[in-house]
């Protein structure tokens, strides 16, 4: 089947934005999700979204989401160096009704002191 | 306590043993998950238990065996594995029903096959 896609790298420097992209595959998707991935560690959601929202804020993240283009993007204000780590946006294909996350193919996040 | 737990942290073993990975929270959530995740790859799910039922098994080859003994703890159990088995094993939790899924993780554990 397909993949949730993202790009695989983006550096930025402390204090910058850093803006991190997806586009999902299943237009049934009621929530779409970011989670984010240090080094050595488990997964920790960051945010999500209501598919009928465009956009959602929460301090220093905000997401977009253009439904119709399936297109999801993350992006990080005032970004620290503790913010260096892998991110993955998630779907939950058939409306989530199986509480099934798939996965996009992660973005690393790279913050140049 | 929002913690998953998962023990042990690293295992090596070879392809003829036998050995299990155990992962439990006390959050109250129904459901728990395990993953595979391959180095610079996603996590792939592998099952899912809902109310200590298996729910979804992704075709996942019989040498993996889920077992949920109760709504706390998972297991999985290893056999006659093969290299390519090789990879971080995650254990997630979450609550059952409508609404957003918020899957708690935990920090995995390494498995190496020899």
């Known amino acids: 089947g397909e993949d949730v896609e993202q790009s695989l790298f983006l550096s930025v420097r402390e204090g910058d934005s850093s803006v991190i992209n997806c586009t999902y595959t299943d237009s049934s998707s009621t929530y779409l999700y970011w989670y984010k991935q240090e080094p050595g560690a488990g997964l920790q959601l960051l945010t999500y979204?209501?598919?009928?929202?465009d956009m959602k804020q929460d301090q220093r993240l905000t997401v977009l989401l253009n439904k119709k283009d399936k297109h999801l993007s993350l992006r990080i204000a005032d970004t620290q160096t503790g913010d260096s780590a892998i991110y993955f946006c998630a779907e939950a294909p058939y409306g989530g009704a199986t509480n099934k996350l798939i996965f996009g193919t992660g973005t690393l996040l790279a913050v140049q002191p | 306590d929002t913690e998953v737990t998962q023990t042990p942290k690293h295992l090596v073993m070879g392809m003829t043993n036998k050995k299990s990975l155990k992962c439990e929270q006390h959050m109250g959530h129904r459901a728990m998950y395990w993953y595979k995740q391959k180095a610079k790859k996603p996590p792939e799910l592998m099952f899912v238990y809902s109310y200590e039922k298996l729910s979804i098994n992704e075709s996942v080859p019989s040498r993996f065996s889920p077992e949920c003994p109760n709504s706390s703890l998972l297991n999985l159990h290893l056999h006659a594995l093969q290299p390519e088995d090789s990879a971080l094993y995650l254990c997630?939790?979450?609550?059952?029903?409508?609404?957003?899924?918020?899957?708690?993780f935990g920090p995995g554990t390494r498995l190496t096959v020899l």
């Open positions: 979204i209501f598919s009928n929202m």
């Open positions: 997630a939790s979450s609550q059952v029903g409508g609404g957003p899924i918020e899957q708690f």
